[in-house]
C-alpha cells in the first residue's frame, strides 16, 4: 500500500512538471536589461508606435485588455449619453480630435487617428477643466465644446511630418547646409542656411554603441550598403563619423524604439529619406546635439 502511494504521488509530479512545460509559450523579447518577463511601462525611450502614449492601433486585443475594455464600458457613469468618440475607436474624426486636443496643449504625440490612452487621459483632463463630466469619453457636449474652444485642423496639424516634434535647432544649424540631429526630440531635420526643408524621426546607438555627438562632415554616400562588422543592410548611407552614418532602418520601421542602432542614426521613413539622399552632396554638415 505504501509502495502504491508512492507511485501515485511520482506519477502526479509528473504529470504537473509535463502540464506547466505545455502551458508555456515563446517568451517576448524584452528590452535590453530587463529582468522581468511581464511587458514594461511605457518610458520616455518607447517609440510612439510601440507604446499606448502614442495612441497608435495595437494589434489583437489580449484577454485582458478585452477584460480592460469591458470593465471601463460598464464603469460609465452615464450610460444614456451617446458617445460620438470613445477608447478604441479609429476614424479621421478621432485624428481631428487628437489635432484640437493638441492645439489645446492637452497632447503632445502627434494625431494618429486611433482613440487610446492618451486621447482618453487628454479627453478627461479637458473635461474636468470645463466642468464636464469627466469619463474620457467624447459626447456631443464635450466635442461642441472642444470644437469651439479650437480652430480647425490644417493638413499639417493632422498628419505632421514627423510623430516627434522637432526640436528647436542647434545654433551650429543655422548656417549652410545641414542635417542637424536632436537627441533629445530623436528628429533630424535637413536645413539649408537656416530654414527647415524636412524633418523625420530618427534613432540612435544604445548605451554600449552610443552614437557620437558634435559637428560632422559628410565624408561619403552609398546608396545601397551593407555593414562590413554587422552584416546588416544600410540603404541610403551618409557616413559622418568614421563608420556611423545617417541611413534607412528596417528594423526601426517595424519595431520602432524598442531597438537601437550600434551607432549609427537610423532613419525609419525610407521615401523622406531615399529624397534626403539625393539632396545632400559629400562635404554638407553633420549636427549632433543634444
Not at 60 to 76: D, I, M, R, V
Not at 245 to 262: E, I, K, M, Q, T
Request: aromatic letters at 6%.
Amino acid at each position: 500500500m505504501q509502495r502504491q502511494r508512492v507511485i501515485i504521488r511520482t506519477i502526479g509530479v509528473a504529470t504537473a512538471v509535463a502540464l506547466a512545460a505545455t502551458a508555456c509559450g515563446p517568451q517576448k523579447t524584452e528590452s535590453a536589461g530587463s529582468s522581468s518577463a511581464a511587458p514594461s511601462s511605457p518610458t520616455a525611450g518607447a517609440t510612439p508606435e510601440a507604446s499606448p502614449s502614442t495612441d497608435n492601433k495595437p494589434g489583437e486585443p489580449s484577454p485582458s485588455a478585452s477584460a480592460s475594455a469591458s470593465a471601463s464600458a460598464s464603469a460609465s457613469p452615464s450610460p444614456s449619453v451617446k458617445q460620438i468618440m470613445a477608447n478604441g475607436d479609429e476614424s479621421e474624426q478621432v485624428r481631428e480630435l487628437q489635432a484640437r486636443l493638441k492645439q489645446l496643449k492637452l497632447m503632445t504625440v502627434a494625431p494618429t487617428g486611433f482613440y487610446g490612452s492618451k486621447t482618453t487621459a487628454a479627453v478627461k483632463s479637458f473635461q474636468s477643466k470645463n466642468g464636464l463630466d469627466a469619463t474620457g469619453g467624447v459626447d456631443e457636449k464635450t466635442w461642441k465644446k472642444i470644437q469651439s474652444s479650437s480652430k480647425k485642423p490644417t493638413a499639417d496639424e493632422l498628419r505632421p511630418p514627423t510623430v516627434n516634434e522637432v526640436a528647436a535647432p542647434d545654433p551650429r544649424c543655422m548656417t549652410g547646409r545641414v542635417m542637424c540631429i536632436s537627441k533629445e526630440s530623436r528628429t533630424l531635420a535637413w536645413m539649408i542656411d537656416g530654414k527647415v526643408v524636412s524633418t523625420m524621426d530618427v534613432r540612435f546607438g544604445s548605451e554600449n554603441t552610443p552614437t557620437r555627438e558634435g559637428v560632422f562632415n559628410v565624408g561619403w554616400k552609398a546608396k545601397d550598403w551593407t555593414s562590413t562588422i554587422y552584416h546588416t543592410p544600410m540603404p541610403y548611407a551618409m557616413f559622418f563619423s568614421g563608420g556611423q552614418a545617417v541611413h534607412y532602418s528596417a528594423d526601426f520601421a517595424a519595431r520602432g524604439y524598442n531597438g537601437a542602432s550600434h551607432g549609427c542614426v537610423n532613419v525609419r521613413d525610407k521615401g523622406k529619406l531615399s529624397k534626403l539622399f539625393d539632396d545632400v552632396q559629400v562635404g554638407d554638415k553633420v549636427v549632433v546635439y543634444w
